[in-house]
């Protein structure tokens, strides 16, 4: 049996944060991954994704070039090579797990699968190993509707190998994943239709905020169905498929080539856990505060616990089970759409839910000079204050490069600052952050 100071199971963006923070500190470690260093986030999630969003983005830019004073040659349209958008994908991933290696240098890394053969034991490629604390963060797996035909759908690890464009594409599902791609291919040429379940599209944003984005993306051709429960997905002539839904009492189909099943995703536990003594819940791996599982030394981090399924939480958690003292209360979100969606903080329905008083404030972005500069004046800035101190509660964006914003807002409501202390900090002229500003004053 061979014994270290710390086992890290996963090595995504919770996992190899953990390791190298561990062989920073001179402990003896050991990080076990069966796939590619940096995860679903790396190697199929957040990085090719937003490598997606960028052809998609340049994509849109070159059809509006004419609008910026830009003329395409006679003939020469643009064309999108999915292909090269694919390849282009692929260097960037791999220039990123390059740099995963890197960072968990001095550790020793195996490439298999981990299974618990005790509460403080672990069997990976025909290796005993020990450690008196063990870091589970094995992730999480793609969804699927238990419905006729599901197996017709594919997942966005497919779409995202994709060399030809498809002719067409319908979304069973309107959050994160389900709304990017969405942009994404309706930027490259493509028919799409996203069928959602519930009332609206990204159902933790605020419902007005998210009606902007709705309108935005029907004007660049998405065409969104919401209130729609897919009942079934069937063949039908050639490559194409034919989902049957319901919606407000009537049955509806929609046909396409390709079918994106995009409602979520499910824990990865590792082989073992359970019968080590670890509780398996229906969200995830049930852990504490400290995301102790109820093996005493053993922690759950990431999507495998089902807490929040974003990266940088994941991250942050790891962080804590090191010993970092990080504010989990504020957990910014992005969806890269365009134009982007960004929140922290609390939504309105939350604060009307829970009793909590709020005053809105709103700036669009079509009262701002970079904005209209970039001719991207879609979209909105949304705080939330506590009117009787003034502090800021929450943030939702939507708008060119909220993604970026967000971090400011988080910044403020984390620290629990009055927005007027964003209002009253000079910023540059012209930036976007002056919507942000004028929100607060």
């Known amino acids: 049996m061979e014994e270290f100071d710390l086992i890290v ?9 953990a390791a190298s923070i561990a062989v920073r500190r001179g402990l003896r470690t050991v990080l076990i991954e069966k796939d590619h260093l940096g995860g679903t986030c790396l190697n199929r999630g957040c990085i090719p994704t937003k490598a997606f969003c960028r052809s998609a983005q340049v994509a849109a830019d070159v059809a509006a070039a004419s609008e910026f004073g830009v003329m395409l ?18 260097a960037v991933v791999a220039q990123l797990r390059e740099a995963v290696a890197a960072v968990c240098e001095g550790a020793v890394i195996l490439h298999a699968e981990a299974k618990f053969i005790g509460p403080h034991e672990v069997e990976a490629d025909g290796r005993i190993l020990t450690a ?42 309107g959050g994160v994943i389900g709304m990017e791609f969405a942009s994404v291919f309706a930027a490259f040429g493509v028919p799409v239709t996203v069928l959602e379940y519930c009332k609206e599209i990204l159902p933790a944003f605020d419902r007005d905020v998210v009606r902007q984005l709705r309108t935005a993306l029907k004007r660049r051709g998405v065409e969104i169905q919401t209130e729609a429960e897919v009942c079934a997905i069937r063949p039908v002539e050639g490559v194409m498929k034919q989902v049957e839904y319901r919606r407000k009492g009537k049955t509806a189909v929609v046909e396409a080539e390709y079918v994106l099943m995009a409602v979520g995703r499910s824990p990865v536990v590792p082989q073992g856990l359970p019968e080590a003594g670890a509780v398996v819940g229906r969200r995830g791996i049930e852990v504490d505060p400290r995301f102790e599982t109820a093996v005493p030394g053993v922690y759950a981090v990431g999507d495998c616990n089902g807490i929040s399924l974003l990266a940088h939480a994941a991250s942050a958690q790891a962080r804590v089970v090191m010993g970092d003292d990080i504010d989990l209360s504020v957990v910014p979100a992005a969806v890269f759409t365009v134009p982007e969606c960004a929140m922290a903080g609390m939504t309105e329905e939350q ?26 004046p879609e979209g909105v800035v949304k705080t939330l204050t ?35 202390a964003i209002a009253r900090t000079i910023h540059s002229h012209p930036t976007l952050g002056e919507v942000l500003q004028s929100a607060c004053s």
């Open 9 to 17: 199971i996963g090595a995504g963006p919770a996992g190899y944060e």
């Open 73 to 90: 040659p006679a003939g020469g349209a643009a064309a999108v090579d999915m292909a090269r958008v694919t390849e282009r994908k692929d």
């Open 132 to 173: 008196p604390r063990i870091i589970v963060a094995t992730g999480s797996r793609a969804a699927s509707l238990p419905i006729e035909g599901a197996h017709l759908a594919v997942d966005s690890t497919a779409l995202l190998e994709l060399t030809v464009l498809p002719r067409s594409l319908a979304i069973v599902g």
């Open 351 to 376: 604060c009307r839910r829970d009793g909590v008083p709020c005053q809105v404030s709103k700036c669009t972005f079509r009262s701002n000079g970079k904005a209209l500069a970039m001719g991207e």
């Open 386 to 420: 506590d009117p009787s101190t003034g502090i800021l509660i929450g943030c939702q964006i939507v708008g060119p490069h909220a993604a970026d914003m967000i971090a400011e807002a988080a910044l403020a409501i984390s620290a629990r600052m009055p927005a007027s």
